[in-house]
């Protein structure tokens, strides 16, 4: 780990322990440098960290203050409609700011390349039907990549591979049920919504805030499954606040609920370390993580995944076990290849590096 990513824990997690409390000052870049050790610019490095996910607020010429609270859950925050500018595009079935340039485009050379490949070394292993779950060859590369770069350590029984994300959806509702109410993010990506209704379950449109859906809306909801996009959700371009994913861990735990973490996009963050996702903070089997790979290699690759806690597993298996996995063997290997030699982590690396 790196020496700004060390800091950024021990400071974090003395925020969370309450060790610094909200409204404190932390030490200057310089004094705390001197205390701990490390360089000026790698303090600057943590404390951007820290005010990027919610943990502390700088102020001109102030300093920085702590601004996480997780018992301030009613706290006072600005309704949103739409943040992004007019020089959107569409890409992927969702819109993107004018940031994301053919520069940011996945290499057709090294797809290409590893299609070959793929089909030269594997042959009549492609022809055969995969499990219901997906290619095994592809769960683990995934469960590897999840543990080594978001910090989310699962085995590959728990993941599960679809033909998009709006797939997944439709799997989700049948697994859990559709006598819950099911509660998106007002605004929202309107092809959530339309899954859901087609799926003939209920919906509460909660609005949302400068950082995360409304406190207020969210606890008086009659809703026990939460559909949440906690990174740049579309088209408002809020990310939720290290206070507001906790806040939706609690509330899931106290309605006895779930929530669907829509993790679209993430991967692309300016920051210096991944987004914290809700599912790494989630200790009770209370969050059913969603990715896909749409976004990060190409629209052509509809390929997406789910992970699922292990407590729901078996119900999992049960109601929707029967499916035969909808995504080509040769496709499954290909990504799986570009996860494993990594050209896939070097081109997030890349892009991010880009954006930054």
Known sequence: MTKYLELYERLRQDIID????????????????????????????????????GYILPMEKSGYFVSFNEDNTFASARTVTRRYDKSERSVMGREVTSQDTDEEA????????????????????????????????????????LVGNRRIRVTPEQIYIGAGAEYLYGLIVQALGREYIYGVESPSYNKISLVYEAEGVKLDMLPLTDDGIESKALWKSKATVLHITPYRSFPSGVTATAAKKREYVRWALDREGYIIEDDFESEFTPSRKPEETIFSLDTDDRVIYVNTFTRTIGPSVRIAYMVIPEGLMKCFEEKIGFYSCPVPVLEQYTVASLIENGDFVRHINRVRRHRR
């Open 18 to 53: 309450r060790i610094y409390v909200p409204g404190d000052k932390l030490p200057s870049k310089r004094v705390m440098a001197a205390d701990s050790g490390y360089s000026v610019i790698t303090v600057e490095h943590a404390y951007e960290l820290l005010a990027q996910e």
């Open 106 to 145: 996945f290499s057709f050379n090294i797809y290409a390349k590893t299609v070959r490949r793929v089909l030269s070394e594997y042959s009549e292993e492609l022809m055969i039907k995969a499990p219901a779950a997906g290619s095994l060859k592809l769960r683990e590369a995934i469960a590897d990549y």
